[in-house]
């Protein structure tokens, strides 16, 4: 049973990427950062449907208990699938923002994606197999009023997913960006009413957590093993 790592996975996106992976017959650990119990409650869900799932918890900005708790989970058998969904957002227009709002993203998005990738490759290559899907966003492709922190950290992570495909091109290793338009959640209906959804979006309405889920478990499967370094878009035709 191969091992599937999915950061962030306690959100909505998370949660579902994490549920359709174990459905698939992956062994799912669930990362997250500040949710213990409700990383618990999906590894508890995902087990009692008979499949299998564990928990892990780390800030994968910090570099050096990142590769500590990686070690640890590899000592028996390497992870490879990795999903980079952690994220976080700190808006303002960038006249407004501050450092610190800027370093918090940049370091989970983007150095977030280097601290729990990194020291995950060798053991993968040995396997000569492997799946990594980096969850990137549509304001990584077309930018976004009062997120340039948030973009530039996804429009890097674009420009190292399409490195990194070429690196492990000929491991047996894809390498792929995810980047999602309005996806259904707590933040999106508390960011955007139904007109306005109707008004950006040619599909007229926001996209599911499982639709971004099944692209991510097509991506992870070996019909996709000559997809390589792509930044895919699932936004309803936005861009």
């Given at each position: 049973?191969?091992?599937?790592?999915v950061?962030?996975?306690?959100?909505?996106?998370g949660?579902a990427?994490?549920?359709r992976?174990?459905?698939d017959?992956?062994?799912?650990?669930?990362?997250?950062?500040h949710?213990?119990?409700?990383?618990?409650?999906?590894?508890?869900?995902?087990?009692?449907?008979?499949?299998?799932?564990?928990?892990?918890?780390?800030?994968v900005?910090?570099?050096?208990e990142?590769?500590h708790?990686?070690?640890?989970?590899?000592?028996?058998?390497?992870i490879?699938?990795i999903?980079?969904?952690?994220?976080?957002?700190?808006?303002?227009?960038?006249?407004?923002?501050?450092y610190?709002d800027?370093?918090k993203?940049?370091?989970?998005s983007l150095?977030?994606?280097?601290n729990?990738?990194?020291?995950?490759?060798?053991?993968?290559?040995?396997?000569r197999?492997?799946?990594?899907i980096n969850?990137?966003?549509?304001?990584?492709?077309?930018?976004?009023?009062?997120?340039?922190?948030?973009?530039?950290?996804?429009?890097?992570?674009h420009?190292?997913t399409?490195?990194?495909?070429?690196?492990?091109?000929?491991r047996?290793?894809?390498v792929?960006?995810?980047?999602p338009?309005?996806?259904?959640?707590?933040?999106?209906?508390?960011?955007?009413d139904?007109?306005?959804?109707?008004?950006?979006?040619?599909?007229?309405?926001a996209g599911k957590p499982?639709?971004?889920?099944?692209l991510?478990?097509?991506?992870?499967?070996?019909?996709?093993?000559?997809?390589s370094?792509q930044?895919?878009?699932?936004n309803?035709?936005?861009?």
């Amino acid at each position: 049973m191969k091992k599937a790592l999915v950061t962030g996975g306690t959100g909505d996106i998370g949660e579902a990427i994490c549920m359709r992976l174990a459905l698939d017959g992956l062994h799912v650990i669930i990362h997250t950062h500040h949710r213990p119990e409700k990383a618990l409650s999906i590894a508890d869900k995902i087990k009692n449907q008979g499949y299998s799932a564990e928990t892990i918890c780390f800030d994968v900005a910090n570099h050096e208990e990142t590769n500590h708790k990686l070690t640890e989970l590899t000592q028996t058998k390497p992870i490879q699938i990795i999903i980079n969904n952690a994220g976080i957002h700190h808006d303002a227009p960038l006249a407004g923002m501050t450092y610190q709002d800027w370093q918090k993203v940049i370091n989970v998005s983007l150095n977030g994606f280097y601290n729990v990738t990194q020291p995950l490759l060798m053991p993968m290559i040995s396997t000569r197999w492997g799946r990594i899907i980096n969850m990137s966003s549509i304001a990584g492709v077309m930018g976004n009023r009062g997120q340039c922190n948030y973009a530039a950290a996804k429009a890097a992570l674009h420009g190292a997913t399409k490195s990194l495909a070429q690196e492990l091109a000929s491991r047996g290793i894809t390498v792929n960006a995810i980047a999602p338009g309005i996806i259904q959640s707590n933040m999106t209906e508390a960011s955007f009413d139904k007109q306005t959804i109707k008004n950006l979006v040619p599909m007229k309405r926001a996209g599911k957590p499982e639709e971004v889920a099944a692209l991510t478990a097509f991506l992870c499967s070996e019909d996709a093993a000559y997809i390589s370094g792509q930044i895919i878009g699932i936004n309803g035709a936005m861009a």
